[in-house]
C-alpha cells in the first residue's frame, strides 16, 4: 500500500506522441546538412551553400531482411517524389547481431544507438528498431502503422515542419582531394547558428554513402538498396578542419558519396520547483498518510 501511494504521488514521465510523428530524443535534438559530393574514381570535388539552401535529410533504419521496411520505403518515395525541396537519404542496416544483412556497419549503429535508441526503445521497446525514418534528426516514425491516415501524410507533415536552424545565417562546405579516387583528404567546414543556441551542442559527422547496392540474397525482395550508409567518422564539434580518409570498399560500384551533417542537442528542460515544495500538496498529503500507515503497521506488530 505504501508504494501504491508513493507511486500515485509522483509522476513519472512517458512517451508522449505528436499527431503525426514523435520527436527523436528525449531532448529537442536535431540535424542539418546534407552537402554531399560523388568520391569514388574522384581526384577531386567541392561544393558548399548556405544554411537556408541545404537539403532536408532522412535518416532511415532498415534490413536487407525487413518487410515492413519495404512498405515505409515506398511510402517514403511517394513523398519525396512529390517534395518541393531536395531530400539527402541516409540508409543505416542492421550491423549489431546481424548475420544476414551484409551492409549494416559498426560504426552505424552505436551512433544510431547513441543519438536515437533511448527514444526508440521508449516507443517501441528496442534500440534500433527497422523500420524507422527519421526526418531532419527532429521526428522518429518507427514502424508502418501510421499516426495519422497513413505513412504518406504522417512523413508529409514531419517533412514540412520548420527546422530549428533553418532561417539561421551562414554556410556549410566539404572538399574532397586525391591522387588516385580512393584516399585523399576531406575539408570541410561549417557556420554555427549564433541565435538561439544557448546551452545547444553541436558536432558534425562525415558520412560514406554507397548510392545502389544490389543484393539479390536479400529476403525482404527489394534486391537494389539505395544509399546505403558505409561509413561514418566523427568530425567533433569544432567548425572545420581536414583529415585524411579511405574510402570503404564499394560492394558492386564505383558510387560512393561524401555526405556532411551537422548534429545538435538542446539542454533538458530546468526542473521546476513549485514554491509548496517538491510535491504538490496533493502528493505531500498522500506521502503523509504513506508514512502515517508505516508507522501504525509498525507499531502494531510491536
Keep these: 500500500m505504501l508504494v501504491l501511494l508513493l507511486l500515485t ?4 514521465p512517458i512517451a508522449g506522441s505528436e499527431p503525426l510523428g514523435d520527436r527523436s530524443g528525449v531532448v529537442d535534438q536535431g540535424v542539418f546538412g546534407g552537402l554531399h559530393l ?6 577531386s570535388g567541392s561544393v558548399q551553400a548556405p544554411l537556408t539552401d541545404l537539403p532536408d535529410i532522412a535518416e532511415v533504419y532498415t534490413a536487407s531482411w525487413c518487410e515492413p521496411c519495404v512498405v515505409s520505403e515506398e511510402a517514403f518515395q511517394q513523398v519525396v517524389a512529390s517534395h518541393s525541396e531536395e531530400v539527402v537519404e ?9 548475420t544476414q544483412d551484409p551492409f549494416g556497419t559498426l560504426a552505424g549503429d552505436e551512433r544510431w544507438e547513441a543519438r536515437y535508441g533511448a527514444q526508440s526503445e521508449a516507443l517501441v521497446g528496442l534500440k534500433r528498431a527497422p523500420p524507422t525514418i527519421i526526418i531532419n534528426g527532429e521526428w522518429m516514425h518507427p514502424g508502418i502503422v501510421p499516426n495519422g491516415e497513413d505513412l504518406v501524410e504522417d512523413y508529409t507533415s514531419s517533412l514540412a515542419e520548420p ?4 532561417d539561421a545565417t551562414g554556410a556549410s562546405a566539404l572538399e574532397w582531394q586525391s591522387s588516385d579516387g580512393e584516399s585523399g583528404t576531406v575539408t570541410w567546414s561549417v557556420t554555427l547558428p549564433s541565435a538561439g543556441v544557448e546551452g545547444v551542442q553541436f558536432s558534425s559527422l562525415l558520412i560514406a554513402v554507397e548510392e545502389s547496392a544490389y543484393f539479390e540474397e536479400g529476403s525482404n525482395g527489394l534486391g537494389d538498396y539505395p544509399h546505403v550508409v558505409r561509413d561514418v567518422v566523427d568530425l567533433g564539434s569544432g567548425s572545420g578542419g581536414e583529415l585524411a580518409y579511405t574510402l570503404p570498399d564499394e560492394w558492386d560500384g564505383e558510387d560512393i558519396s ?36 508505516a508507522l501504525l503497521e509498525r507499531r502494531s506488530r510491536d
Design 9 to 12: 504521488a509522483v509522476q513519472l
Design 38 to 43: 560523388l568520391a569514388s574514381n574522384q581526384t
Design 90 to 98: 541516409l540508409q543505416f542496416h542492421r550491423a549489431i547481431g546481424e
Design 163 to 166: 527546422t530549428r536552424f533553418e
Design 258 to 293: 561524401l555526405v556532411l551533417i551537422h548534429q545538435w542537442s538542446a539542454p533538458p528542460p530546468a526542473v521546476v520547483i513549485e514554491d509548496e515544495g517538491f510535491l504538490p500538496a496533493a502528493g505531500l498529503a498522500l506521502v503523509a498518510a504513506a508514512v502515517g500507515l
